[in-house]
């Protein structure tokens, strides 16, 4: 079935005392185009995250973000109280000894010394948070593809109208085909009487025209647009990236159209084509979104 590339995701996991969210968005590219934004803690895996989205996703224009959320109460740096104390009584010794006047503010003057706050220990990924945090990159991504997926039932449904349509446009030009050789001979017949004391050979312009139908005989094109309306059909239900197939496919469609079109001096046979190359037109403009 088809996917489309468009699509979006988003899960979120509490891990101890942090929230670890992973956002992801895909849009249409002819190739992979993958953009990253890490949390810092997780910036030693960005080698695998890339290959487990490249995987997951196949093709796009991807943003991937996964950042950390914590407790501003469990982020803050802790105040190390014998420092102060010490500050403390250092300044009222200075501040009697030399007769200087001690400060009005002491928090702010004590808070603003050096060694104040404890520094915190760098943090270091473990096993078990990693663990966690690619549990939440995979529930992004399989957010994002059952989008991709609705996404690309609502394609496949439009993909098949436009089919049916060029389908039954087709089998309209049969009525005309008949027609359109009488006509071309009669049209040569009464060009040919209208030339004065004119004399020709009937079974050599017989086949003089028979030559000149077969050239405008689009059966083969028929045919073959036919069999491409059909293949493009059957591709849509494979179960793989059929994108850039389905693209080539219109292409093809689009040739016998035009060979179609160039062959056919009727006007009902011309307005046909141009309504065929409308419908296909829709497709075309679709099928780059297909995956």
């Not at 080698?47 to 487990?52: D, G, P, S, V, Y």
């Not at 059909?230 to 496919?249: A, C, D, H």
């Not at 469609?253 to 046909?272: D, V």
Request: proline share 3%; net charge negative.
């Amino acid at each position: 079935m088809i996917q489309s590339m468009t699509g979006y995701g988003k899960a979120t996991t509490i891990y101890k005392e942090k929230k670890i969210n992973v956002e992801i968005k895909s849009l249409n590219s002819k190739s992979l185009d993958l953009s990253t934004r890490i949390a810092p803690l997780y910036r030693e895996k960005e080698l695998e995250i890339r290959q487990q989205v490249a995987h997951a996703l196949e093709r796009g224009k991807i943003d991937f973000s996964i950042w950390i959320e914590k407790d501003a109460s469990t982020d803050l740096s802790p105040i190390n109280s014998e420092v102060v104390e010490n500050y403390y009584k250092q300044i009222k010794q200075i501040a009697a000894t030399t007769g200087l006047p001690e400060p009005q503010d002491w928090f702010r003057t004590l808070l603003s010394l050096p060694d104040v706050t404890i520094k915190t220990e760098t943090e270091v990924l473990d096993d078990e948070e990693w663990a966690v945090a690619q549990k939440t990159i995979t529930e992004a991504l399989n957010q994002l593809i059952d989008f991709r997926k609705q996404e690309g039932a609502a394609l496949q449904k439009k993909f098949t109208e436009k089919l049916d349509n060029i389908t039954n446009l087709l089998n309209e030009i049969e009525p005309y085909e008949k027609l359109r050789v009488e006509k071309i001979r009669a049209r040569i017949v009464d060009g040919l009487s209208q030339i004065p004391d004119v004399e020709y050979d009937k079974n050599r312009l017989e086949q003089e025209l028979i030559y000149y139908i077969e050239k405008l005989d689009i059966s083969e094109e028929k045919q073959r647009l036919a069999n491409h309306l059909k293949y493009f059909r059957t591709t849509m239900n494979e179960n793989e990236p059929v994108g850039k197939k389905l693209g080539f496919i219109a292409q093809e469609m689009g040739r016998e159209i035009n060979t179609t079109g160039s062959k056919s001096n009727l006007a009902e046979l011309q307005n046909i084509v141009v309504k065929m190359k409308d419908e296909l037109e829709q497709i075309k403009e679709q099928v780059f979104n297909a995956l």
